[in-house]
């Protein structure tokens, strides 16, 4: 089955500097990489996701790269704000199911 | 607003005694999922629904059942729940079995 594997697992940022995440997935099958923001209590939101026809994709502060021969796919925020402190999970989707990364807690220090 | 519903949002059971908790979608998707997150865990799938055909994870204890009386409502049975089954329980559907989810708020449950 799939393996995803997130690094780092906590990272802390200062107010307006970037933070990345990144995860590698084990099955080539793999075509839907979306990224989840789960706030404390709260279910995971989609934030930004991409499939494997397309290499970069960006939503305003919110970009997501992928490189399909490598098996590897990152998350970039730009400008980090407090507000995007959460726990950020990838997850990788080669058939009917999501195998999620175990998490980022990125923590925005003001 | 089209959206996934869970209730209630959070759940305080007594050991071993059912419980069942609720999942509405009004988005129409056809596949709907359980999923188990534990604190400081990525979520577990427990099941998953295609239309009326059950998809069991192989990993799922009997303890948990779950049925889809409709495309709109699941339920999530936990017939006698040990202090190891607290978690958040999420509810996610998806159009086809190659879109993405959309995550219901979840249930806290608790077992005292």
């Known amino acids: 089955g799939e393996n995803v594997e997130q690094h780092p697992s906590t990272l802390s940022v200062q107010e307006g500097d970037s933070a990345v995440i990144k995860c590698t997935y084990s099955?080539?099958?793999?075509?839907?990489f979306p990224w989840y923001k789960q706030e404390l209590g709260k279910g995971p939101q989609l934030i930004i996701d991409?499939?494997?026809?397309?290499g970069e994709k960006k939503d305003q502060r919110i970009a997501v790269t992928l490189n399909k021969t490598a098996k590897h796919f990152s998350l970039h925020i730009t400008e980090t704000q407090p507000e995007d402190s959460a726990v950020y999970f990838c997850?990788?989707?080669?058939?009917?199911?999501?195998?999620f990364g175990k998490g980022t807690k990125l923590s925005v220090i003001p | 607003d089209a959206m996934v519903i869970q209730n209630p949002r959070y759940q305080v059971t007594q050991f071993g005694k059912p419980v069942t908790l609720s999942c509405s979608q009004t988005?129409?998707?056809?596949?709907m999922y359980w999923y188990q997150q534990k604190s400081s865990q990525a979520p577990k799938l427990l099941f998953h629904?295609?239309?009326?055909?059950?998809?069991n994870e192989a990993d799922t204890p009997d303890n948990f059942q779950s049925r889809r009386p409709n495309t709109s409502f699941c339920f999530l049975d936990i017939r006698s729940p040990g202090l190891g089954d607290a978690a958040m329980y999420l509810c996610?559907?998806?159009?086809?079995?190659?879109?993405?989810?959309?995550f219901g708020s979840g249930t806290r449950l608790t077992v005292v």
């Open positions: 997850a990788a989707k080669p058939s009917y199911q999501l195998t």
């Open positions: 099955d080539s099958a793999s075509n839907y």
């Open positions: 991409i499939r494997s026809n397309v």
């Open positions: 988005l129409n998707h056809n596949v």
């Open positions: 629904y295609y239309d009326k055909d059950f998809n």
């Open positions: 996610a559907t998806a159009l086809g079995t190659f879109s993405g989810y959309t």
